[in-house]
C-alpha cells in the first residue's frame, strides 16, 4: 500500500520506502547497447550490466504499478538535478540553513567529488539534514541510500537499542520534506541486497565515527561499506577533531572527538588509503577538551555554559578515503 504527501515522492512501508523516475538511467544503458554492432562477448556483458542495473533498482524502488499490470516499465519523467546554490536556497531548507556556517555542504559535498547522478550512501543520516541536499542535488539519475548500523554488530546494548529504531524514525520523517530528485532508501547494513555490493560511487559520514568506535560496530560496519563500493569508490568523513596530543581516554568515542591520525589509521586497517584532507570545517576556536565532550557546544550546548555559544560548532576534520 501506498501512500502520497503533496508535492512528495511515494512512500512505501517496506524497506523499499521511496521511488522516483530513474527511466534515463536504464535507458542510457540500453542505447548505449544498441548504439552500433557490438561482439557477441560484448553484447552478452552489457545485457548482464543492464541486468544488474534493473535487479538494484527492482530491489531498491519496488516495481511499479505499471510494471506489476502488464511486466512493462512505465514511462516515468525525469527530475533534472537542481544546482547547489538552488538547493541550499530552497525553502524546503529554511530550518537547516543556521548550520550552513559551520557545516559548509557545498565545499564539502564538492570535496568529496560528489556530482548529479551518483550512488551515494549516507551513513546514519539522522534527522535528514544532509538528505535535503543530497537527494534534490543528486537528481533522479543519481539514487540517495540512507544506511544505518546492524544493531547486532554492537557490543553496547543501549546502542544496540538506539540504532534499531533509526530506520523507522527515517521512513516516518521523509515524507514530510516533500523531496524531488533521487529515488530514495534506508537500510539497516545487516539487510544492505547483495545487488549493491560494488555498485556506489560515495559513503558519506558525517560526524559518526566516533560512535562506531565506542559501539564496538567499527570492523562490521566499515568491512559492509567497503563491499559497497565501486573499485574507485570514496568514503567522505566528516568528524569532531581532537588535539594531537590528547589523553587516549579522551579520545576513545565517548566525548565525540577524536585524533585525526586514529581515524586516518582505523580506515588504512579496514582497507582505505588516505587521499586527501581539508580544513573546511575546522574551527581552531574549540579547544576540543570539553570534560563532557563536544556536547558542550552549539547547538546542543548540553552544560548551559553561555560563553560556549561564541565558539560555535565542534573543530572537524574533513577526510577523504579511496577503496584499496
Known amino acids: 500500500m501506498q501512500t502520497r504527501t503533496k508535492n512528495a515522492v511515494p512512500v512505501q512501508t517496506g524497506e523499499n520506502f521511496m521511488r522516483r523516475p530513474i527511466a534515463a538511467m536504464l535507458a542510457g544503458a540500453a542505447l548505449a547497447t544498441l548504439a552500433a554492432p557490438v561482439a557477441a562477448q560484448q553484447q552478452e556483458e552489457s545485457n548482464q550490466t543492464r541486468q544488474v542495473l534493473g535487479r538494484i533498482l527492482d530491489v531498491i524502488l519496488g516495481p511499479g504499478e505499471q510494471d506489476r499490470k502488464d511486466g512493462t516499465d512505465a514511462e516515468r519523467p525525469t527530475v533534472a538535478p537542481l544546482t547547489m546554490d538552488q538547493v541550499l536556497a530552497d525553502p524546503r531548507r529554511d530550518g537547516d540553513r543556521a548550520r550552513d556556517q559551520f557545516r559548509h555542504p557545498a565545499q564539502t559535498l564538492s570535496f568529496f567529488r560528489v556530482e548529479p547522478g551518483q550512488t551515494v550512501v549516507d551513513y546514519m543520516p539522522a534527522g535528514g539534514w544532509y538528505t535535503r541536499v543530497l537527494v534534490p542535488y543528486l537528481g533522479s539519475e543519481g539514487l540517495y541510500i540512507g544506511l544505518?548500523?546492524?544493531?547486532?554488530?554492537?557490543?553496547?546494548?543501549?546502542?544496540?537499542?538506539?540504532?534499531?529504531?533509526?530506520?523507522g524514525r527515517f521512513r516516518e520523517a521523509a515524507p514530510g520534506w516533500s523531496l524531488t530528485g533521487a529515488p530514495m532508501a534506508v537500510y539497516g547494513s545487516q539487510d544492505l541486497p547483495e545487488e549493491l555490493n560494488g555498485q556506489v560511487d560515495r559513503v558519506l559520514i558525517?560526524?559518526?565515527?566516533?560512535?562506531?568506535?565506542?559501539?564496538?560496530?567499527?570492523?562490521?560496519?566499515?568491512?559492509?561499506?567497503?563491499?559497497?563500493?565501486?573499485?574507485?569508490?570514496?568514503?567522505?568523513i566528516v568528524q569532531h577533531r581532537a588535539k594531537e596530543n590528547a589523553p587516549a581516554d579522551y579520545t576513545l568515542g565517548a566525548n565525540g572527538y577524536l585524533r585525526e591520525s586514529d581515524v586516518v589509521g582505523l580506515m588504512r586497517v579496514h582497507g582505505f588509503e588516505l587521499v586527501d584532507s581539508s580544513a573546511i570545517n575546522a574551527n581552531y576556536r574549540d579547544s576540543a577538551n570539553h570534560p563532557k565532550g563536544v556536547w558542550e557546544l552549539p547547538p546542543t550546548l548540553g552544560t548551559k555554559r553561555e560563553e560556549l555559544r561564541e565558539i560555535g560548532e565542534s573543530d572537524r576534520m574533513t577526510l577523504l578515503f579511496r577503496k584499496r
Not at 149 to 167: G, I, K
Not at 211 to 235: C, F, H, Q, W
Request: charged content about 25%; glycine content about 8%; aromatic content about 8%.
Open 148 to 167: 544505518t548500523p546492524d544493531p547486532a554488530a554492537a557490543d553496547s546494548e543501549r546502542f544496540e537499542n538506539y540504532v534499531s529504531q533509526l530506520p
Open 206 to 236: 558525517f560526524r559518526e565515527m566516533h560512535n562506531l568506535l565506542r559501539s564496538g560496530a567499527m570492523y562490521t560496519e566499515l568491512t559492509r561499506i567497503r563491499g559497497l563500493l565501486k573499485p574507485d569508490g570514496m568514503v567522505g
